[in-house]
């Protein structure tokens, strides 16, 4: 899923946004069937950086949510470094 964010305000937090939606995911509650989380990873946008690179740092930051217990939400670091397994 990708989601961009013109027009909104730099004062609304994404985290909080995206956590939201987890957690709503979370709660669905579907008859015969069993329960299910997400785990969401998203960066923020820079202009000296093209889509391409943005989908790729979004996916690193989804890849950690589930390297570090699944079921959370994560913010692209340049910290995010993955060892060759």
Do not use: H
């Amino acid at each position: 899923m990708l989601i961009l964010r013109e027009g909104i305000s730099e004062e609304i937090d994404p985290f909080l946004i995206l956590e939201s939606l987890r957690r709503r995911i979370q709660a669905i509650d579907i008859i015969d069937i069993p329960k299910f989380t997400v785990s969401i990873g998203y960066c923020d946008y820079d202009d000296n950086v093209d889509v391409k690179e943005l989908i790729n740092k979004a996916d690193l930051a989804l890849y950690e949510s589930k390297r570090t217990g699944r079921n959370k939400v994560t913010r692209y670091k340049d910290s995010i470094i993955f060892a060759n397994s």
